[in-house]
């Protein structure tokens, strides 16, 4: 799941170099947190969030295999 949001966010953001993902993952879920360059927030997030929507839509359509739910934090 990493890699994933990490390769989506990179062909996203101005600043690929600083592009940030950490993922924690307990008994029932997985928390994936990217950071992304202050410039390059608007970028991932989108208008009315629908980037955002999206990369977390791909990421749980991709974690249904997992049986956990997978949480995706943009900072």
Known sequence: MK???ETIA???VDSPDEVVV???EN???IVIILHVADGDMGKVIGKQGRIAKAI???VRAAAT???KRVKVEIQ
């Open 10 to 12: 990179k062909a996203l």
């Open 27 to 29: 008994d029932r879920e």
């Open 56 to 58: 977390r839509s791909v």
């Open 65 to 67: 295999k997992t049986d």
């Open 22 to 24: 950490t993922e924690t």
């Open 3 to 5: 890699e994933l949001v």
